[in-house]
């Protein structure tokens, strides 16, 4: 039986008041907070054993550097790589994309298309979309069905039809909760000959991402969307596709011989991992990872499943309210326009009832303005630390803030 006030005593930031009101932290899909002991873990590095890795040879040096590599090896575990040397500590999703499209164009992977999603994050949108338009490729984007599912007729036409190096695909949206088949669409792709980079920062803390069972090339994810530090982020490759790829960003420890006529690169992940990494954050991120696996997953996982279910059917109540996207499955959040009601003001005034939720494009303008006609939405996305009563909270505030609104325009 998972015991949410319990949890919730490791998550002091949530009990203070905002404008009066007790905090009723929504916004978990944006950023989750961190729990005591990774707190802890970070304060602790710093207190007792701070110091410069890979480069120093005395005692703070070497135990920095064997608490980085240590996290890297918990993130291995976490994600069941086949090794820790296929974990590359990046600053984020963000980071990860960037670099990763930045290295595919520049290291002679790409001779074809990039494939994308119209339900994508911008981050697994843009660094494609401009590296194609850098190196002249091609860049589609798979649509979606009537229900809001990736289409995948459609995306099997687009992966088959044309000269395709590669398809970035998100595991679960940020804005329509949809959880995607990501083993079948890389079998697809793979039967296809197309590598396939999984944009995981919103699955990799409801679900239980397993990269050598989903069998994907490439897949990223941030420390913030599940409990540890903001600054840090992974990529995982699959060692046989690191080592194809050139390092795009250069500096210190990255090296084997630097001479004028020219350098020698050090193996992966190092090569990856330009100056000094943010080693306090990966530290961070492997006691995020320690505190998840300390919950029993499967438990969380059908307690923050349910508590989305009670959210959409409480939510379905409020008069002109509708959801974007019905999925078979989906994890993590609802996203809502009211008819009548600027998303902005909906969060705007909720937030002064101590509602924290999240209004704007989400940065999915290809979903919001091509697939379906809405600029803004309403985002509610709750935590395994949310509470039943704390849904109640904010329907309610929303029926409040709702009927404000449409009352004054
Ligand atoms: N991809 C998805 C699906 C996201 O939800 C986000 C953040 O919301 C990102 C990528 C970008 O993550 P970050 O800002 O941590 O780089």
């Not at 687009?158 to 590669?166: A, F, I, K, T």
């Not at 795009?248 to 011989?257: A, N, Q, T, Y």
Request: glycine share 8%; aromatic share 8%.
């Amino acid at each position: 039986m998972f015991e949410v006030q319990q949890v919730r005593a490791d998550f002091p930031i949530l009990s203070q008041e905002v404008f009066g009101h007790p905090l009723v932290y929504l916004d978990n899909a944006a950023t989750m907070q961190m729990p005591e002991p990774v707190l802890q873990t970070v304060v602790n590095h710093y207190h007792a054993d701070n110091a410069n890795v890979h480069r120093g040879i005395h005692a703070l040096s070497e135990r920095s550097t064997r608490a980085l590599e240590t996290a890297r090896e918990r993130v291995r575990a976490f994600v069941n790589a086949k090794s820790a040397d296929e974990i590359v500590f990046t600053s984020g999703t963000t980071g990860s994309l960037n670099m990763l499209a930045d290295m595919w164009f520049g290291s002679g992977c790409a001779d074809g298309a990039v494939v994308t999603t119209m339900m994508e994050h911008h981050a697994n949108f843009v660094p494609w979309q401009q590296a194609c338009l850098k190196h002249g490729c091609d860049f589609l984007g798979a649509p979606l069905d009537e229900k809001g599912d990736l289409d995948m007729g459609e995306l099997e036409n687009l992966l088959s039809c044309h000269d395709v190096s590669l398809l970035a695909v998100t595991h679960v949206s940020n804005v329509l909760g949809t959880v995607n088949p990501i083993g079948e669409i890389v079998a697809m792709a793979h039967a296809h000959g197309v590598k396939v980079a999984v944009d995981a920062a919103q699955s990799i803390r409801h679900e239980v991402v397993d990269v050598q069972a989903l069998d994907c090339d490439f897949l990223a994810f941030s420390g913030h969307k599940m409990g540890g530090p903001t600054g840090i982020g992974v990529l995982y490759g699959k060692m046989a596709e690191l080592e194809r790829l050139r390092p795009v960003r250069f500096g210190g420890e990255m090296v084997g011989d630097v001479r004028v006529a020219g350098t020698t690169f050090e193996r992966a992940p190092l090569r990856f991992e330009a100056g000094t990494p943010n080693y306090i954050g990966a530290i961070g991120l492997a006691a995020a990872m320690d505190y998840l696996d300390n919950l029993d997953r499967a438990e969380v996982g059908k307690y923050e499943h349910e508590l989305l279910a009670y959210a959409e059917e409480r939510l379905a109540g409020i008069d002109g309210l509708s959801f974007l996207g019905n999925p078979e499955k989906r994890a993590g959040c609802l996203s809502f326009t009211v008819e009548g009601a600027h998303p902005f003001d909906v969060a705007t005034l909720a937030d002064k009832l101590g509602v924290a939720l999240r209004s704007g494009n989400q940065c999915a303008q290809p979903l919001l303005y091509e697939a379906y006609d809405a600029h803004n939405i309403t985002r509610l996305s709750p935590a395994f630390y949310n509470t039943y009563d704390e849904i109640d909270v904010a329907v309610n505030v929303l029926h409040r803030v709702i009927a404000r609104i449409r009352s004054v325009s």
